[in-house]
């Protein structure tokens, strides 16, 4: 008989569904496990990207419920964004149409991939009952002061027409989603107070433990932690003064500018003071510098834009007047947007005085070495040193020099020291229809009003039109921007801004627990026994976007009472798949390399596709596609199935149970039980500790070669054949659930293999009556000899150098030393 996977998939699939094998609920009884996997984004169709993601995820699921545990694994649909509504606008339709469509289409295809989620949990975020408590929870930030609005220089993609936060703004300054580069533009928009928990968000990331060490790099780097001095520079012959921080006070007595960010407050301000022309010039400047990405503005080595503004600044250490610039690579949303400009050791600021002609002092010397000349100097001087020109901290070591000029500033009143992060509130608005409205109302009376939590959801109104070249399609609804205030009752207008649609995915998962909740977003005591998540599944690309996002949330949600207050953490484990890549390159349809992954399921199987993919590389590395390794997988599978169809009869009706390896003769029998519990002993630890899937289907592969090689010999040969083809099939089962139910039924089992436990390991079977050892003499293999298991080194040692052929060998030369490793070798190093 045939594999027939086109007609095993389907059915198991059904059965599963109608016995509501993965249907899941609170147990005390058991231990909790959460599985989940980074939702989709329905943008049309599964890619291989999303199979691999979801393979692992479901082995993983698959292997822990048969191992006694209760295993929360949920799926759902990130489905606000933009795609949506381009594809609305290139296809002439609704973005809810499209996007519902497609996500009929992808549960179908992860249905056929025979994923064990709980479907009765999924979300739609682009629905109102899902995206009503992204309102809710809005609203309780802006109770808590979390959430607030003012303008600001913000990251503008002209493509996208929208807002990006700075974590949207990739590589060489471009816009995350279409690879536009970015511009800074001036907007009123709504943040989220994420710096509130900077330090948290920091501290927090060494109890991580689960965690890559790459991701947790990238987002201490991302939140970036430094210590300065945060202090005012007067500016000369005016009541004027900039804001300043540095990590580098020590070098203050070498200040000879002070640089501004072009979107800074003072420009306008000094502006003002100058005749028309002077003033026109200088606004025209800042306003040409502000449209450049920041990537442009920043780059080492770049050729450095300025003007200077004609105002001086004070140092306030010794009185120097020194002249007040606008310099591109000052950024407004990192530091103060005002630097103390010390040439002499930083690099950008020594690139923009020899420009520009300005001086140069040195205020920190290399140990031993003389002054620098700053005519002389050709690069800055960064590295630690001892201070000069620096009055009486001269002579300090750097690390000092810095500690005593913090601490003589605050006493001078000058200034204070603090810490300082990279990280900057999260910008939130968005001006795009499909996305979450903000449930704010203007007043003319009022001001800002946020709408009672009576009146959610905002609903999106269904007849917004989207213009062709993207905006905000919701400013042009005044039937829905007409609103009343909750204050007043006068008239109120609409915020049309929509939310960040990172919003949606940095709760979602507590959403799962409780899909039905109409009082809460989630139910408390669900969250208490499903949270944390213990195993994440997802692309690394999200590491300083959702993940960040996602943690800042739970530690609002942990504050508020709703998770417990010890609960500050969404994920105690985290898995980064590898890519999936072709021809040397990402798939990609640019590149004409994309393997459909309905193609693959319809020519071979669903159960093909998750073993080469599981099989062809551990998960966090890239996959490098290959149709000959699918074809391999196919086969492998092929043979399973011949392997218990041929026997069927047999195996049916051989004795039940294990045989018991004691009964059984020395030779092919023993052998064969001891590879059945040997594999299972390989194959738990290659999933539950180390996660090397690939490993594990090799073992299998083994496994089944040798059941297919044994020919049984009476009863007590056929129950321990179907011994070793059940341990196989429930090894299998996660990795091909169909095939392996398939065979299951057919060897005469009742119920779903999928609510059978994970096979034991037999210790007794593991046990081998002798091993062989081989003697080396200078890593060259001389014999090979018989000895009981487990001799230490010294007995092993002993044991091979007392046999007569050792003797032979080693007569008469002189040993240098003997190593022995246990059950596998000696090694004698000889003179030469």
């Not at 002061?145 to 303008?151: S, V």
């Not at 011949?642 to 092919?668: E, I, W």
């Amino acid at each position: 008989m045939a594999y027939e996977f086109g007609a095993i998939e389907p059915k198991w699939q059904k059965k599963w569904q109608e016995a509501g094998c993965f249907q899941v609920e609170t147990d005390d009884a058991k231990p909790k496990f959460y599985c989940l996997e980074m939702f989709p984004y329905p943008s049309g169709a599964l890619h291989m990207g999303h199979l691999r993601n979801y393979s692992i995820g479901d082995l993983t699921a698959r292997f822990l419920r048969m191992n006694g545990y209760n295993v929360m694994y949920p799926i759902g649909f990130d489905s606000f964004g933009m795609p949506a509504e381009n594809a609305a606008i290139k296809m002439r339709t609704h973005p809810a149409k499209w996007t519902l469509q497609n996500i009929d289409h992808m549960t179908e295809q992860l249905k056929s991939m025979g994923c064990s989620y709980d479907w009765r949990r999924v979300v739609k975020t682009c629905l109102p009952d899902y995206y009503r408590w992204n309102q809710w929870f809005f609203l309780q930030m802006y109770k808590r002061g979390l959430a607030y609005r003012k303008h600001a220089p913000v990251n503008w993609c002209g493509s996208c027409g929208t807002v990006l936060a700075n974590e949207q703004v990739i590589g060489e300054g471009v816009c995350w989603r279409c690879g536009t580069p970015v511009v800074k533009r001036g907007l009123e928009q709504w943040f989220l107070k994420i710096t509130d928990y900077a330090e948290e968000l920091l501290e927090y990331l060494d109890r991580l433990t689960g965690w890559p060490e790459r991701v947790l790099t990238m987002q201490r780097n991302w939140i970036g932690r430094s210590e300065g001095v945060r202090f005012n520079i007067g500016i000369a012959d005016t009541d004027l003064s900039i804001e300043a921080f540095t990590t580098r006070i020590d070098t203050i007595f070498g200040i000879t500018f002070v640089a501004i960010a072009a979107e800074h407050p003072i420009v306008a301000q000094l502006a003002s003071r100058l005749p028309r022309d002077d003033r026109e010039a200088m606004l025209s400047f800042a306003e040409r510098i502000a449209s450049r990405s920041a990537i442009e503005r920043t780059a080492a080595g770049g050729d450095k834009m300025g003007m200077d503004t004609g105002f001086e600044a004070v140092n306030p250490v010794n009185g120097a007047r020194v002249p007040i610039w606008i310099a591109d690579y000052i950024l407004m949303d990192y530091g103060t947007g005002a630097i103390m400009g010390v040439p002499a050791h930083d690099q950008r600021d020594f690139d923009f005085v020899r420009k520009f002609g300005l001086g140069i002092i040195p205020v920190v010397r290399t140990e031993g070495c003389p002054i620098p000349d700053p005519d002389e100097m050709t690069e800055a001087t960064e590295a630690d040193g001892v201070a000069c020109n620096s009055g009486r901290f001269d002579g300090l070591p750097t690390p000092e020099a810095i500690e005593k000029i913090g601490e003589w500033f605050e006493s001078q009143g000058w200034g204070r020291r603090e810490t300082q992060y990279r990280l900057r509130d999260w910008l939130i608005s968005r001006q795009r229809y499909w996305g979450t409205p903000i449930p704010i109302v203007y007043c003319d009376r009022c001001g800002t009003v946020p709408l009672p939590e009576d009146q959610l959801p905002v609903e999106l109104p269904f007849d917004a039109v989207i213009p062709d070249n993207g905006g905000n399609a919701l400013s042009g609804c005044p039937d829905w921007v007409g609103a009343t205030c909750p204050k007043c009752g006068g008239p109120a207008r609409r915020e049309t801004d929509t939310m960040d649609t990172f919003i949606c995915s940095s709760w979602y998962f507590l959403r799962y627990l409780s899909p039905g909740s109409d009082e809460m977003p989630f139910r408390p005591e669900d969250a208490k026994y499903w949270m944390p998540v213990d195993l994440y599944i997802g692309g690394i690309e999200h590491a300083c976007l959702h993940l960040i996002y996602a943690r800042f949330f739970t530690k609002v949600i942990s504050d508020m009472g709703l998770i417990p207050s010890d609960m500050r953490e969404p994920f105690t484990g985290l898995l980064t798949q590898g890519m999936v890549i072709k021809d040397g390159a990402k798939m990609s349809k640019s590149l004409g390399n994309v393997v459909d992954p309905d193609e693959i399921i319809e020519k071979y199987g669903a159960d093909t596709a998750r073993l080469f993919i599981l099989f062809a590389s551990p998960p966090d590395k890239s996959l490098d596609w290959s149709d000959k390794g699918v074809e391999g997988a196919y086969r492998f599978l092929n043979r399973v199935y011949r392997l218990v169809d041929d026997r069927a009869q047999n195996l049916r009706s051989a004795r039940r149970g294990r045989v018991s390896a004691d009964a059984l003769p020395a030779g092919r029998e023993r052998d064969l039980k001891r590879l059945i519990h040997s594999t299972i002993d390989r194959v738990t630890r290659d999933i539950r500790d180390e996660r090397q899937f690939n490993t594990a289907v090799a073992r299998l592969m083994e496994l089944s070669n040798g059941l297919i090689s044994y020919k049984p010999d009476g009863d007590a040969g056929w129950s321990l054949l179907r011994e070793g083809v059940e341990s196989l099939l429930l090894c299998l089962a996660p990795f091909c659930p169909h095939i392996s139910e398939e065979l299951w039924e057919m060897i005469g089992n009742e119920g779903c293999l999928a609510a059978a436990s994970w096979p034991q390991v037999d210790p007794d079977a593991l046990r081998v009556d002798c091993v062989t050892v081989v003697l080396q003499i200078n890593g060259k293999l001389r014999e090979q000899y018989e000895v009981e298991p487990g001799l230490s080194r010294e007995d092993l040692a002993r044991r091979v150098m007392e046999q007569p052929a050792t003797k032979s060998r080693i007569e008469g030369r002189e040993i240098v030393k003997i190593i022995a490793v246990p059950d596998k070798l000696v090694n004698v190093v000889i003179k030469t």
